[in-house]
């Protein structure tokens, strides 16, 4: 099993501009979701999935989006990106109610100039 | 005030000490309480969770938790270089729904000492 996989690994935006992060994940886990993490701030979920076409916000949605149209794959876009969105993403998954239990993936390193 | 506090540290300690790391939360609906180690550059991973109030032992490491002072701690004997990393605490609440996502503490980050 690969786990849960992320790309990119780093990316360089510019202000305004759009881009989707990619996850993917093999273990047929139904809640997946997305933090980003600030020095300083922790762990901030953004949005995350009970399960295939379901998803809700979390502590931080705006200026994203999400999907889920398959099990294994969350993607999330950033519709026009902005320099406070710069920060570490992860990706995690867990297998249904037990969301204690949370693989994350290995992160996507964002900058927006 | 945030529903988890943990002191960011940076803990710097000598190899083989005990180390005791901490979190307060204001919210008692708070029933499922783990430990996430971070490696520098990696995603965090679960080392420990419990269940209501009690200790856990796993190996080196005990976690510990005080419902009716709402403090979780998590301590590591004979500490290793290899200890080296950010820890970071979470709780969540035994619901469905988005009372069932997890809160994180903001980590503290430990350097252990050869």
């Known amino acids: 099993n690969a786990g849960v996989t992320q790309t990119p690994k780093f990316q360089v935006l510019k202000t305004g501009q759009s881009m989707t992060l990619q996850c993917a994940q093999d273990?047929?886990?139904?809640?997946m979701s997305w933090y980003r993490q600030d020095p300083g701030m922790g762990l901030r979920l953004i949005h995350y999935?009970?399960?295939?076409?379901?998803?809700d916000q979390g502590e931080v949605p705006n200026g994203y989006n999400v999907s889920r149209s398959t099990t294994e794959d969350f993607p999330l876009r950033l519709l026009s990106a902005a320099p406070s969105q710069t920060s570490v993403y992860f990706c995690?998954?867990?297998?249904?109610?037990?969301?204690?239990?949370?693989?994350f993936g290995p992160g996507t390193r964002l900058t927006v100039t | 005030q945030k529903e988890v506090e943990q002191d960011p540290g940076p803990l710097s300690v000598p190899e083989g000490a005990i180390v005791s790391l901490n979190c307060t939360y204001s919210n008692s609906a708070f029933q499922y309480f783990m430990w996430y180690r971070q490696y520098s550059r990696k995603g965090p991973e679960l080392l420990m969770y419990?269940?209501?109030?009690g200790n856990k032992e796993d190996g080196r490491f005990t976690a510990q938790v005080d419902k009716s002072s709402k403090y979780i701690s998590l301590f590591i004997r004979d500490s290793q270089p290899s200890d080296s990393a950010t820890y970071l605490c979470?709780?969540?609440?035994?619901?469905?729904?988005?009372?069932?996502?997890?809160?994180f503490g903001k980590g503290t980050k430990l350097s252990v000492k050869p």
């Open positions: 273990m047929n886990h139904e809640y």
């Open positions: 999935s009970v399960g295939a076409g379901i998803t």
């Open positions: 995690a998954s867990s297998y249904g109610a037990g969301r204690y239990e949370q693989y």
């Open positions: 419990t269940y209501s109030s």
């Open positions: 979470a709780m969540r609440m035994d619901y469905g729904g988005s009372q069932g996502n997890l809160i």
